[in-house]
C-alpha cells in the first residue's frame, strides 16, 4: 500500500520527506526572499542584508509615480471585477440550469481566454484598440482585462451554483413566490459566496495582469505592474521589492478571502 | 417539441446574451482577424508561414520553445510527484499545509516572484554565493539570461498546474487497490510502477498538456530570465508588432500557436472524462 504513511519503508519515506521538504521549499523561498529583500538596506540587493531599513517603502510612497500607478491597478480591477461578475452570473445560470443542446461546447469556449495565450489575446485586442485609437485610456485597460477575468468569475459561480439544492428554490416557487422572486430570495443568498469570490478571482487576474497591460499602457495611463516591467527593464532597485511585496500580501489577503467565502457556502 | 418547451429552451439561452455579445465582440472577432491577418499582410497568400518556416532566426525561435516547453513539462512532473504523493499521504495537517503552501505560490503576483528569480539566480544573487561558499563552484554561475534561467524559473511557476491535477487523481485511487496488489505477493517496487504508476497516468497526462500548453505561450518569466539568444514565440510575437510594426510574421507566428494550443486543448479534454457542466459532481 503506498497511500498510507505506514506502509512505506523507513527509506523511501525518509526520502521521500525531504524531497518534498525541499520542493516545498523552493516554492516558498522567492516570496520569503522578497519580502525579507524589501526591508534590506544595500540598494544592490545583498542577502543577507547588512542592516534593515523602511526606506524602500518611504522611497516607494513618496514617488508620485508609483502611487499613480497604483491606484490605477486598483480602479480598473475594481472595475473589471464588477464587470466580469455581471457578465459571467447570468451565463453561469444558463450553463447550470439551462436546456438547451451544446452547453458543454459554449462553456469550453467561455473558458477560451483562460487557455489562449495571454500574449495573443494582448495582440489581437492592441490591434483592435489601436484601429480605435483606444490604447492608453482607461476603456482599453477594463475591457481586455474583462476578457481574462470572466472565466475565473464564471467557475466560481458554477461550482457554488452546481452545489445549490434547486428544490429549495423550486419549494418557493410551489408555495407561490414567482421564480425572480424565488431567485431573488433563496438562491442569491445561498450562492452570494461563491458570487463574491468569482469577483474577488476576477480582480486578482486583473489586479496582477502584466502582458495585455503592457501593451494596453501610455505614459500617462499604467498599471502597477506595469510600471514595474518597465522600471525592472532598467535596473533592479528595491523599490521594486516593495511593490512586490505589496502585491504579495494584496494577493494572499484577497486569497484567503475567496477561501473563506468558498467554505462558507459549503 | 412543444412550443412551451421550445419557448423555455430560448428563455435560457439568451441569459447567454451578455457573455457571447462581450466575448464575441471583443475576443473571437479580434482573434479571427489576427488569424485573417497571417494571410492578407502585406499581400494575400502564405508567404508569411513560408517566411517563417524558411528564415533561420524564425525557426530558432520555434524551436527554442518546443524544447523550453518540453524541459518545464518534464521538471515540473518530476518535482510536483513527490509533492502530490506527500499531499495525498497526509490528508490532514502536513498535507493540507503542503497544500496551502502550492497554492500560496500559484497565487502569489507573477511578476513579483519572477522578479525574485531574478535577484536570486543573478551572479552576485544568494543561490550563486551559497554555491561559492560551500566550495561547490570557483566563478557564479551564468544562471539568468540564458536556457537555464528560463528553465529554472518557468518549472517553478508550474509546479502547482502539476500539483493539482496529479493530487486529485492520486486520491480517487482505493488504497484496496494497493493493497490486494501487496497481499497477492507483489514487492513495493512492483505495486509502485506496475499499479500505482498506470492509476496516476490520467493524472500526469493532463497536468503535463497544461503545463505544455502554457508554457509555450509564457511571455512575462521566459522574457526577464531568458537572454536574447533563447527567445520564445511569445516575446518574438510582441517585439515583431512593437519594434518592427511586421503585423504578417506577427499574426502568423500567433496563429501557429493558438493552432498549437487549441490541438492540446482539445486532447485535454479528451482525456478529461468528467464534464464541466453536468450537475451530478461528486464534490
Given at each position: 500500500?503506498?497511500?498510507?504513511?505506514?506502509?512505506?519503508?523507513?527509506?523511501?519515506?525518509?526520502?521521500?520527506?525531504?524531497?518534498?521538504?525541499?520542493?516545498?521549499?523552493?516554492?516558498?523561498?522567492?516570496?520569503?526572499?522578497?519580502?525579507?529583500?524589501?526591508?534590506?538596506?544595500?540598494?544592490?540587493?545583498?542577502?543577507?542584508?547588512?542592516?534593515?531599513?523602511?526606506?524602500?517603502?518611504?522611497?516607494?510612497?513618496?514617488?508620485?509615480?508609483?502611487?499613480?500607478?497604483?491606484?490605477?491597478?486598483?480602479?480598473?480591477?475594481?472595475?473589471?471585477?464588477?464587470?466580469?461578475?455581471?457578465?459571467?452570473?447570468?451565463?453561469?445560470?444558463?450553463?447550470?440550469?439551462?436546456?438547451?443542446?451544446?452547453?458543454?461546447?459554449?462553456?469550453?469556449?467561455?473558458?477560451?481566454p483562460m487557455i489562449v495565450p495571454v500574449v495573443i489575446i494582448a495582440v489581437a485586442t492592441y490591434s483592435m484598440f489601436l484601429s480605435l485609437g483606444l490604447t492608453g485610456t482607461l476603456v482599453a485597460f477594463v475591457?481586455?482585462?474583462?476578457?481574462?477575468?470572466?472565466?475565473?468569475?464564471?467557475?466560481?459561480?458554477?461550482?457554488?451554483?452546481?452545489?445549490?439544492?434547486?428544490?429549495?428554490?423550486?419549494?418557493?416557487?410551489?408555495?407561490?413566490?414567482?421564480?425572480?422572486?424565488?431567485?431573488?430570495?433563496?438562491?442569491?443568498?445561498?450562492?452570494?459566496?461563491?458570487?463574491?469570490?468569482?469577483?474577488?478571482?476576477?480582480?486578482?487576474?486583473?489586479?496582477?495582469?502584466?502582458?495585455?497591460?503592457?501593451?494596453?499602457?501610455?505614459?500617462?495611463l499604467q498599471t502597477l505592474p506595469v510600471k514595474m516591467w518597465s522600471t525592472l527593464r532598467q535596473d533592479l532597485t528595491p523599490v521594486i521589492a516593495v511593490a512586490s511585496t505589496l502585491l504579495i500580501f494584496l494577493?494572499?489577503?484577497?486569497?484567503?478571502?475567496?477561501?473563506?467565502?468558498?467554505?462558507?457556502?459549503? | 417539441?412543444?412550443?412551451?418547451?421550445?419557448?423555455?429552451?430560448?428563455?435560457?439561452?439568451?441569459?447567454?446574451?451578455?457573455?457571447?455579445?462581450?466575448?464575441?465582440?471583443?475576443?473571437?472577432?479580434?482573434?479571427?482577424?489576427?488569424?485573417?491577418?497571417?494571410?492578407?499582410?502585406?499581400?494575400?497568400g502564405l508567404t508569411n508561414f513560408a517566411e517563417l518556416l524558411a528564415t533561420s532566426t524564425y525557426l530558432k525561435v520555434l524551436g527554442n520553445t518546443f524544447l523550453v516547453a518540453t524541459l518545464v513539462t518534464i521538471?515540473?512532473?518530476?518535482?510536483?510527484?513527490?509533492?502530490?504523493?506527500?499531499?495525498?499521504?497526509?490528508?490532514?495537517?502536513?498535507?493540507?499545509?503542503?497544500?496551502?503552501?502550492?497554492?500560496?505560490?500559484?497565487?502569489?503576483?507573477?511578476?513579483?516572484?519572477?522578479?525574485?528569480?531574478?535577484?536570486?539566480?543573478?551572479?552576485?544573487?544568494?543561490?550563486?554565493?551559497?554555491?561559492?561558499?560551500?566550495?561547490?563552484?570557483?566563478?557564479?554561475?551564468?544562471?539568468?539570461?540564458?536556457?537555464?534561467?528560463?528553465?529554472?524559473?518557468?518549472?517553478?511557476?508550474?509546479?502547482?498546474?502539476?500539483?493539482?491535477?496529479?493530487?486529485?487523481?492520486?486520491?480517487?485511487?482505493?488504497?484496496?487497490?494497493?493493497?490486494?496488489?501487496?497481499?497477492?505477493?507483489?514487492?513495493?517496487?512492483?505495486?509502485?510502477?506496475?499499479?500505482?504508476?498506470?492509476?496516476?497516468?490520467?493524472?500526469?497526462?493532463?497536468?503535463?498538456?497544461?503545463?505544455?500548453?502554457?508554457?509555450?505561450?509564457?511571455?512575462?518569466?521566459?522574457?526577464?530570465?531568458?537572454?536574447?539568444?533563447?527567445?520564445?514565440?511569445?516575446?518574438?510575437?510582441?517585439?515583431?508588432?512593437?519594434?518592427?510594426?511586421?503585423?504578417?510574421?506577427?499574426?502568423?507566428?500567433?496563429?501557429?500557436?493558438?493552432?498549437?494550443?487549441?490541438?492540446?486543448?482539445?486532447?485535454?479534454?479528451?482525456?478529461?472524462?468528467?464534464?464541466?457542466?453536468?450537475?451530478?459532481?461528486?464534490?
Open positions: 500500500m503506498l497511500l498510507t504513511q505506514q506502509s512505506l519503508g523507513w527509506k523511501i519515506k525518509s526520502a521521500l520527506y525531504f524531497i518534498t521538504g525541499s520542493i516545498a521549499a523552493f516554492l516558498a523561498l522567492p516570496i520569503f526572499f522578497i519580502i525579507a529583500l524589501s526591508f534590506g538596506s544595500s540598494q544592490w540587493l545583498v542577502f543577507p542584508p547588512p542592516s534593515w531599513t523602511i526606506k524602500w517603502y518611504e522611497r516607494f510612497f513618496s514617488n508620485p509615480q508609483w502611487i499613480e500607478s497604483a491606484l490605477t491597478s486598483l480602479q480598473v480591477a475594481i472595475i473589471t471585477s464588477i464587470l466580469a461578475t455581471l457578465i459571467a452570473l447570468p451565463a453561469s445560470f444558463a450553463l447550470v440550469r439551462g436546456k438547451f443542446p451544446g452547453r458543454d461546447y459554449l462553456y469550453s469556449l467561455f473558458t477560451l475591457i481586455s482585462h474583462v476578457i481574462v477575468a470572466v472565466p475565473f468569475a464564471m467557475i466560481s459561480i458554477i461550482n457554488s451554483l452546481k452545489l445549490f439544492d434547486q428544490s429549495i428554490e423550486n419549494a418557493a416557487v410551489i408555495c407561490g413566490a414567482h421564480r425572480l422572486q424565488a431567485i431573488l430570495k433563496v438562491t442569491f443568498p445561498s450562492i452570494k459566496p461563491g458570487i463574491f469570490a468569482g469577483a474577488l478571482f476576477a480582480f486578482l487576474v486583473s489586479w496582477d495582469e502584466v502582458v495585455i497591460s503592457v501593451m494596453m499602457a501610455s505614459p500617462e494577493s494572499l489577503f484577497i486569497m484567503l478571502a475567496a477561501n473563506f467565502l468558498r467554505k462558507r457556502s459549503h | 417539441m412543444s412550443v412551451r418547451i421550445y419557448r423555455q429552451k430560448w428563455k435560457d439561452a439568451s441569459l447567454l446574451l451578455p457573455i457571447i455579445l462581450f466575448l464575441g465582440v471583443f475576443f473571437l472577432i479580434p482573434l479571427i482577424g489576427l488569424l485573417v491577418q497571417s494571410v492578407t499582410q502585406p499581400q494575400l521538471f515540473a512532473v518530476l518535482l510536483g510527484f513527490p509533492l502530490a504523493w506527500c499531499i495525498t499521504l497526509f490528508p490532514k495537517g502536513w498535507g493540507r499545509f503542503l497544500l496551502n503552501v502550492v497554492l500560496l505560490s500559484m497565487w502569489t503576483s507573477l511578476l513579483a516572484r519572477t522578479y525574485s528569480w531574478l535577484v536570486l539566480l543573478q551572479s552576485s544573487g544568494v543561490l550563486n554565493k551559497i554555491l561559492m561558499g560551500l566550495g561547490i563552484i570557483d566563478q557564479p554561475l551564468p544562471l539568468v539570461h540564458n536556457l537555464a534561467g528560463v528553465i529554472i524559473g518557468m518549472t517553478y511557476i508550474m509546479i502547482p498546474f502539476i500539483v493539482l491535477p496529479l493530487q486529485a487523481s492520486m486520491s480517487a485511487i482505493d488504497p484496496m487497490v494497493l493493497q490486494a496488489a501487496s497481499i497477492c505477493g507483489a514487492s513495493s517496487r512492483t505495486v509502485f510502477f506496475k499499479v500505482f504508476l498506470p492509476l496516476c497516468k490520467s493524472g500526469i497526462f493532463s497536468g503535463s498538456l497544461m503545463v505544455f500548453v502554457m508554457s509555450l505561450g509564457y511571455y512575462v518569466t521566459p522574457a526577464l530570465l531568458g537572454g536574447v539568444s533563447n527567445m520564445m514565440l511569445p516575446e518574438f510575437i510582441v517585439q515583431q508588432v512593437q519594434n518592427f510594426l511586421n503585423w504578417g510574421i506577427a499574426s502568423a507566428s500567433a496563429s501557429i500557436l493558438i493552432a498549437v494550443t487549441l490541438v492540446l486543448f482539445y486532447l485535454y479534454l479528451k482525456v478529461q472524462t468528467e464534464s464541466p457542466t453536468s450537475s451530478n459532481t461528486k464534490d
